[in-house]
């Protein structure tokens, strides 16, 4: 499968400097960072984008999440590997992500906030939204998965 466009070319577009911004909102919201690699890995596996899933697998091991949590996501209701934290917050993302099919019921929003205050929950969403714009420009584009070195991260 060959790229068909390279949005690293277009730094200058309001389009991508509003979808930088946003992320850096999201990096700097408060929420823990193996959660949000956590959310954008199980996000980026329903959305079938191979370059996130590369990308932020790579920057969850370097920051220092376990292999077999990253192996277990898309399984992560049949293991005891996560927090009720985590499990809420990856429910809240299948959810999100999957707007059109479940149109985010209120028993999942309860669990959500019994777990996030208001602003988190926010927060997340504003976390879940920019992966799913961020996918939807790579699947879209045919971004090349595999290239991807994992930043060094301050956790």
């Not at 985010?104 to 969403?125: G, I, K, M």
């Amino acid at each position: 499968m060959s790229q068909r466009i390279d949005t690293t070319k277009y730094q200058g577009s309001g389009g991508l400097r509003a979808m930088l911004s946003l992320q850096h909102e999201v990096e700097t919201s408060g929420l823990e960072h193996s959660l949000r690699e956590l959310v954008k890995i199980r996000v980026s596996q329903i959305n079938g984008c191979a370059y996130c899933i590369d990308m932020h697998t790579k920057d969850a091991r370097a920051a220092g999440e376990t292999e077999q949590r990253i192996y277990a996501l898309n399984a992560w209701r049949e293991t005891p590997f996560f927090s009720s934290r985590e499990r809420a917050a990856l429910e809240w993302a299948e959810t999100v992500t999957l707007l059109h099919q479940t149109h985010v019921p209120d028993d999942v929003y309860e669990r959500v906030r019994s777990e996030f205050s208001e602003a988190e929950t926010v927060s997340l969403t504003f976390a879940l939204i920019a992966i799913n714009g961020w996918n939807r420009l790579a699947v879209s584009f045919r971004a090349p998965a595999g290239s991807y070195k994992a930043r060094a991260v301050a956790v």
